[in-house]
């Protein structure tokens, strides 16, 4: 009986982890305030020197921050911003701004 009830629930968490492993868009609208400043209010940058989010891939996104949170990937004014950042943050704002029209994906 306990096997059962590990498996069930087993299988429940892990439908709900795709769900929220996507972010929610309008809040991550509502913490890109802090992105504009460099990348732009809609994720697309003016300046030649900050990449554009607009358009990329949200895994590329979340990864990226995850990354500079880390150390993994260096910039000191990205650590500085994504310290703070939680899994959620980073999930919000990667699903923002892959919503964005920015790149021209040719896939």
């Known amino acids: 009986m306990k096997k059962t009830v590990f498996i069930l629930a087993a299988v429940a968490m892990g439908f709900s982890l ?3 492993a996507k972010g929610d868009y309008e ?3 509502a913490k890109s305030t802090t992105c504009a400043a460099c990348h732009g209010a809609d994720g697309v940058s003016a300046i030649p020197s900050f990449p554009k989010l607009a358009g990329q891939h949200s895994d590329y996104i979340y990864h990226a921050l995850k990354d500079y949170k880390s150390g993994k990937r260096k910039n000191p004014t990205m650590a500085a911003q994504v310290e703070t950042l939680s899994e959620v943050d980073m999930h919000d704002l990667a699903a923002y701004f892959s919503k964005q029209k920015g790149l021209d994906r040719k896939y």
């Open 27 to 29: 809040a991550g609208k």
């Open 18 to 20: 795709p769900a929220h």
